[in-house]
Nanobody
Framework: QVSPVESGGGLVQAGGSLRLSCAAS????????IGWSRQAPGKQRELVAT???????DYADSVKGRFTISRDIAKNTVDLQMNSLNPEDTAVYYC??????????WGQGTQVTVSS
């Protein structure tokens, strides 16, 4: 069992920045990949950024060049630095963890609202 908890969401004006944080608890020694997804009302959940245990990162095309994922394996935390935010980034952001045996876990999410 892995329990991610997200924080750092809020209201920001277009062009601004936010930094989201995620802390995972439980059987964290089993975590392999970890990342962030988001879901806007009425929209499909979208994978935003991932980080593997080997340091490989990947980003959705919609956030490339604007978002940066950073992971601290020892502390079982992962952050998402979001710059140049626009209203299309408004969504609930979820921290996702994948365990080495294929388990998938996510938190309750944190709301990010970007005003124009």
């Amino acid at each position: 069992q892995v329990s991610p908890v997200e924080s750092g969401g809020g209201l920001v004006q277009a062009g601004g920045s936010l930094r989201l944080s995620c802390a995972a608890s439980g059987s964290t020694f089993n975590i392999n990949g970890i990342g962030w997804s988001r879901q806007a009302p009425g929209k499909q959940r979208e994978l935003v950024a991932t980080s593997s245990s080997g340091g490989t990162t990947d980003y959705a095309d919609s956030v490339k060049g604007r978002f940066t994922i950073s992971r601290d394996i020892a502390k079982n935390t992962v952050d998402l630095q979001m710059n140049s935010l626009n209203p299309e980034d408004t969504a609930v952001y979820y921290c996702n963890a994948q365990t080495i045996n294929g388990g998938r876990y996510w938190g309750q999410g944190t709301q990010v609202t970007v005003s124009s």
